[in-house]
């Protein structure tokens, strides 16, 4: 068993060693390649081009997207609104418990 790993060892030292220029030129080569994914990863259509080329007041987001967001922040504000007046919307479980404001201020 000895003798193997002696062999082994004696092969591996044997090489010579690795140049630094060629190290450099390694580690170059794959900077490179990774630049070059980067810059492939992030080029787009020439749609996409112009769409970035408009000013940023210019844009407009889908409008599918803003309604909705809108629509579920006025029901909520609604919702919010009703419960504060004490005028609780249909359905409203949060408000089972009514507490009124006389009842509130008592320690």
């Known amino acids: 068993m000895q003798t193997t ?6 092969e591996t030292m044997s ?7 060629a190290a450099v030129l390694k580690c170059v080569a794959c900077l490179a390649f ?3 994914l980067v810059i492939i990863g992030n080029s787009r259509d020439d749609a996409a081009l112009g769409e970035r080329a408009r ?12 309604s909705d967001a809108e629509a579920h922040r006025k029901e909520l504000f609604d919702t919010r609104r009703a419960r504060f007046t004490g005028h609780p919307p249909e359905g409203d479980v949060a408000d089972s ?11």
């Open 55 to 66: 000013p940023a007041a210019a844009r407009v987001s889908p409008s599918g997207q803003a």
């Open 15 to 21: 090489q010579p060693p690795m140049r630094p220029l």
């Open 97 to 107: 418990t009514k507490v009124t404001p006389a009842a509130a201020a008592e320690p």
């Open 34 to 36: 990774l630049f070059l």
């Open 5 to 10: 790993e002696r062999q082994h060892l004696i």
